[in-house]
């Protein structure tokens, strides 16, 4: 199923609000501190009795230098000896966890994300996937889906041989932009040269699938110059890229502060970067899959959206929706059946509170009937871009037009609009419609009407 996208600034400027990304719903906002380790604990013995099939999430927080325009959860520090004693209370939450999980549960997805994962040395990567192998079931076959971010600036042929042999088959390259203008404005010096050098590692270790991360709206960028930046990575031939609009939230995240606002580029410049962007990847063969995402014919994303089997997590897209998602580390999230539980997301109370004996659960959500009904529904229109009425009425017990009446005016008017085609039977996402998927989503988010959208990035 190819997803061809028209353009139509019309439509951008009239449904370009800000929202969710729609990695879970409910989101992360609704998360609240009622969920406790013991819930977590609940979830996951559910999960051993019913032998379902396990993703598991690994934190490491840790950076060398800081990135302005980063929110994400890390510490920025040069000092490494901070990593062991992280690692020590990483080591006491999986044997905390994995007492409660069964040896024929399979782990099909594995992750390390950041941070910077490659911020450890290489008897501490050791010395973690030998603790993960021994306390879950992690494949040994080259199958599953293992893979971890990498800062090419810290990494080289060695470290990339080293994670395969440890069993990761796919890899994520930070970029963002190869113009040395821009990087100087975020603090993030990179040369092309750093970023083949670990990507043909990465193709003479036959891993199976390679992406490249590329942000457009940041400082000093012009539509020119990152023009030049994806011609250059297309030109490396990544299986996925991975193309996000900055976020600029300085009130939220206290590195943006550092980025001058004049530097930035009027949001008609960002249209005509994002513009141009899917202009030269299509015409370079990949396809749009959707929320930013690009990947070629033969990719694993392409092939699932195509069966109808891609599904969106806590990771992004993914092939592995179905497994329940077990998150290891500060700030990170589980979703293990019906449940989302978070851990702290202060290092140091994260730490202690393990060292203490006790998981780290602080916030989460338990979904109820109607969360699962409308998740079933944004994630249909998310992945696939079309909705069937009569699939959700037969598996929710439920008549569509009824249950969500409310909807229909807007859903009309976005089909006026030519965003969507509805019908009696469904909705399909029409070509104008496909970069504002997230605008039909929020259609149905119960949760909408009571959130503060300043917490949430613009849709283009």
């Not at 821009?182 to 670990?198: G, H, K, M, S």
């Not at 089997?309 to 979703?335: A, K, M, P």
Request: charged share 25%; net charge negative; glycine share 6%.
């Amino acid at each position: 199923m190819f997803n061809p996208i028209c353009w139509n600034a019309e439509l951008i400027r009239r449904y370009d609000n800000a929202g969710p990304r729609y990695t879970s719903y409910p989101t992360a906002v609704q998360f609240h501190d009622g969920v406790a380790p013991s819930d977590l604990i609940a979830a996951l013995e559910l999960s051993r009795r019913e032998k379902r099939e396990l993703s598991l999430y690994v934190h490491i927080p840790f950076c060398a230098n800081i990135c302005y325009y980063c929110a994400c959860n890390k510490v920025i520090t040069k000092d490494r000896s901070r990593a062991e004693p992280y690692l020590q209370s990483l080591f006491r939450e999986i044997d905390l966890v994995s007492q409660h999980v069964g040896a024929d549960q399979q782990v099909q997805q594995l992750h390390f994300g950041g941070g910077t994962p490659t911020f450890l040395a290489h008897d501490q990567l050791r010395a973690l996937m030998a603790k993960l192998r021994s306390s879950f079931h992690l494949r040994d076959d080259d199958v599953g889906d293992y893979s971890i971010e990498i800062d090419p600036r810290e990494a080289d042929w060695a470290t990339m041989g080293l994670l395969r042999e440890l069993g990761f088959n796919r890899v994520s390259f930070g970029v963002q932009d190869l113009d040395l203008d821009v990087q100087r404005a975020v603090n993030r010096l990179q040369t092309p040269e750093q970023t083949q050098t670990v990507l043909d590692a990465a193709r003479a270790l036959q891993y199976r699938s390679i992406n490249i991360d590329l942000i457009y709206g940041l400082p000093k960028q012009t539509v020119e110059g990152f023009a030049r930046t994806v011609d250059a990575i297309i030109a490396m031939k990544p299986d996925r890229l991975s193309v996000f609009n900055y976020a600029h939230l300085p009130e939220r995240f206290l590195p943006q502060r550092r980025i001058e606002t004049s530097d930035l580029p009027a949001p008609q410049e960002k249209l005509a970067m994002l513009e141009n962007t899917i202009r030269q990847l299509v015409e370079a063969g990949y396809r749009y899959i959707g929320m930013d995402h690009f990947a070629l014919p033969d990719d694993s994303l392409s092939n699932a959206q195509d069966s109808g089997e891609l599904q969106r997590n806590f990771q992004g897209y993914t092939t592995h929706g179905h497994c329940d998602l077990i998150g290891l580390g500060v700030s990170s999230i589980s979703q293990v059946g019906d449940l989302f539980s978070q851990n702290s997301s202060d290092i140091k109370v994260y730490q202690h509170t393990l060292d203490s004996g006790h998981l780290a659960t602080r916030r989460g959500l338990e979904c109820h009937t109607d969360d699962r009904l409308r998740r079933a529904v944004i994630g249909q229109l998310i992945c696939h871009f079309a909705l069937d009425f009569a699939d959700i009425e037969r598996r929710f017990g439920i008549v569509f037009q009824d249950y969500f009446a409310d909807c229909w005016p807007v859903l009309r008017q976005m089909s006026r609009d030519g965003l969507i085609q509805l019908t009696d039977r469904g909705i399909r996402i029409l070509p104008a419609g496909r970069l504002l998927v997230r605008s039909v989503c929020m259609v149905f988010d119960a949760y909408q009407v009571h959130d503060n959208n300043q917490r949430y990035s613009r849709i283009i």
